[in-house]
DNA sequence: TCCCATGATGTAAACCTTTACATGGATCGT
DNA sequence: ACGATCCATGTAAAGGTTTACATCATGGGA
């Protein structure tokens, strides 16, 4: 029981009194087996408290059961929680999750490569709009593979995430139904793909509402706290302000609030302010920051349930999952200012 | 170079016209061949772009380049930090890491215990308290571990984290130099050991400060943002009400702050509050909350080296590394309100 | 000049599993 | 009653690596 070394499948074999191909038979496929041996085998594995050596087996089978999940930072708080779903649906699966984590780092996406061509992983979750993996991205020979949170550029590779353009047209339809009709869009075009959807949406919106693309007003950051107070200042530069800031993510919306706070604005009377994905954050903000929520532990649940159907061989049915997105309405938003509504 | 199944070893030593086993030395341990030799196969290396196998090469050592990290939660926002700090130290030492996710579910627990036995990982980080591999936890025989972020119950278990006691020990100075003297501890002696100690900190400060045992207000609550909550509630139904919170982490400090807000009382003009953590919420609240910070990546960082100095199995420096913990001061925290002074 | 120590390399076993193939007994049809 | 078929089980090879041991050449000391 609590020998010096693990039991293997030779032990059991020896107590159940059958070879080892037979242990190995009951165990995977056991209705090859008769009744009776196969109870006598699981005696043994009983005894002997035998689990099987995932090394060995990986060895002999050419393919691991491990699932690199690849990041460029895990710290991201979008990131957790996907996590939890992508693990729990592994483990449903019988499989671990190994995390990489590339900083953005070529160097280190290349480690993980070496990683994949070494069998150490039969499939690959992607948490990046781009191949991590330096100019080999574009020769590398990958796993089944699934791209999660944002679609994978480099083509090829299905993707789960959650409907970006319907979730903006949510936001923009609440702020419309206000009564806004000057809603600035503070965007992010280049670092995720994600991001242009959402202004996809933006615009879906105003067209349907009827304002005119000339009156539209679209500024540019880049996802960050920073950026979105960057844009806010940016705006009070020009002599059009807004009624309503849409902003492409909760970072961006923070940035926003805080700058129209230092300004002495009040939100939502003065500006009303949206954001996207639904941060921790988004909750703690004075006042709290209404925005869309991603639904983060049903996206990594169902990239890798898409991941394992991918490596059970049959045809993948879908080359892009959208999970829906859900409006959480708080407190930063209110019909337009007096100043507004008398124009 | 992109041939159809990856190179072995044995490719590499065909081209470089040794044996096998001169290959495997030329890897790892190149002094125990010539300067010619571990040229060629090098040079053989980088032709058939030849990595190791590491499965088999874990099955023919026993042991696996993965390290097991077991968290109740990976959602935890405590947890993301930490995990970076554990991958970038295990990479530097070519090992990956695994997570676990038990969700304080023994039988989740068990799986991982049997990944454990099965060799799978040469070692094992544990974030909880308590080992997670229900009643076999007494028995069960572990790999080197590390605990982290707290200490570990069942003894015999290294354990690296924040010096709990000198954190608490700066938030009560600081509120004892704002002039402070009735500050209450809403505490939780229960679910984590680390939160005694933080008691112990509040303790040893205000008996540096002269404040004696019976003019101390400790109340229980659970670490949880209602917890902290309703520990305010009570405080409101009897007489003596503090002039400070010192709450023995951020989320009971984010619910005293909710409650008092929800009073109508103005922090930190009415009451000064106090956290531990610092968790990202902790900035954005209004006012932002004065909190000690966890080193975290610097904590992950130092679990899997200490967990690597045990894998050499050159004897553990140390049972218990404590980090030093910053106090983090922002607007949650000012001199007591008049009401205060002039007792 | 011969022997031995040393250093470099090769041979082969071992790690634990899965599975194609072989074997042997039982069952069935004629 | 005999051959064919089928089912349960066993035998052995293979998967890629590391390493103890064997081998062989080289050079130095006597």
Redesign the interface.
């Known amino acids: 029981m609590?020998t010096s070394s693990?039991a293997t499948i030779e032990d059991v074999a020896r107590i159940a009194q059958v070879s080892i191909a037979t242990v190995s038979r009951a165990i995977h496929t056991p209705e090859k087996v008769a009744n009776s041996t196969r109870l006598k085998v699981n005696q043994a594995i009983a005894i002997t408290?035998y689990?099987?050596?995932?090394?060995?087996r990986?060895?002999r089978l050419g393919r691991?059961n491990?699932i690199l999940v690849v990041a460029p930072d895990?710290?991201?708080?979008n990131?957790?929680?996907i996590?939890?779903g992508l693990?729990?649906e592994a483990?449903a699966h019988g499989y671990?999750?190994?995390?990489?984590?590339t900083q953005n780092d070529p160097q280190?996406g290349l480690?993980y490569l070496?990683?994949l061509?070494?069998?150490?992983a039969a499939g690959l979750i992607l948490f990046t709009g781009i191949l991590p993996f330096g100019h080999q991205s574009m020769?590398a020979?990958l796993p089944p593979s699934v791209g999660v949170f944002e679609p994978v550029y480099n083509g090829g590779i299905p993707y789960v995430g959650v409907d970006d353009i319907e979730g903006a047209r949510k936001a923009v339809d609440l702020l419309i139904a206000e009564g806004h009709r000057k809603i600035a869009f503070i965007g992010d075009s280049r670092t995720r793909l994600a991001y242009s959807r959402r202004r996809q949406g933006y615009d879906a919106g105003l067209d349907a509402a009827g304002v005119p693309a000339g009156e539209r007003i679209i500024l540019e950051g880049d996802g960050t706290i920073e950026s979105g107070r960057l844009a806010l200042e940016q705006l009070f530069m020009r002599d059009t302000l807004p009624s309503a800031f849409m902003c492409v993510n909760d970072q961006t919306a923070?940035g926003v609030m805080i700058g129209l706070g230092a300004r002495g604005y009040d939100i939502p009377n003065d500006f009303s302010v949206t954001g996207f994905d639904d941060v921790?954050?988004a909750s703690?903000?004075?006042p709290s920051l209404t925005t869309i929520r991603q639904p983060r532990t049903a996206i990594g649940k169902s990239a890798m349930a898409l991941l394992f159907e991918l490596l059970s061989d049959s045809e993948p049915t879908d080359t892009e999952i959208l999970l829906r997105p859900d409006l959480i309405v708080r407190n930063s938003v209110s019909a337009p200012s007096r100043r507004f509504q008398k124009r």
Chains 1, 2 share one sequence.
């Open positions: 609590s693990p408290g689990t099987t050596n995932a090394m060995a990986s060895l691991s491990m895990i710290g991201d708080p990131f957790s929680n996590l939890v693990e729990n483990r671990g999750i190994l995390i990489g984590h280190r480690e070496k990683f061509n070494s069998n150490q020769t020979r923070i921790p954050q703690f903000m004075t």
